[in-house]
C-alpha cells in the first residue's frame, strides 16, 4: 500500500461483514487499533485475518490511520510491531 501523508488521512472506512455481506460505514479511530466489530446486520463478532492488524485492514475499503501512513509494516495496535498472528488467540 502507498503510504499517506499524515494531514490526508481517511479516518472513514465501510466494513463488509464476511458473514451476511452486511455493509456499514464506520469511523476509525485514530489513538488505537480495533480488534473488534459486532455486525449490526447477524451480530457476528468480526477479528482481524491473521496478518492483519484490525478490523478495518481485513474487512474495510480503507485500512486503518497508522497503516495507511506507515504502510503495511506499521508498528500500530501497541507500537511493538506485531500482528494479530503474533498475538495470543483469544476464545
Do not use: W
Request: charge should be negative; include cysteine.
Amino acid at each position: 500500500m502507498k503510504k499517506t501523508d499524515p494531514q490526508n488521512v481517511e479516518l472513514t472506512s465501510v466494513l463488509t461483514c464476511p458473514e451476511c455481506g452486511h455493509v456499514e460505514t464506520e469511523t476509525m479511530p485514530t489513538d488505537a487499533c480495533q480488534y473488534f466489530y459486532d455486525c449490526k446486520g447477524c451480530g457476528a463478532v468480526l477479528r482481524p485475518l491473521a496478518g492483519d492488524c484490525c478490523v478495518f485492514c481485513s474487512y474495510g475499503t480503507v485500512p486503518c490511520p497508522p497503516v495507511q501512513i506507515d504502510g503495511k509494516n506499521a508498528s500500530c495496535c501497541g507500537g511493538n510491531g506485531t500482528t494479530k498472528s503474533d498475538q495470543a488467540e483469544i476464545p
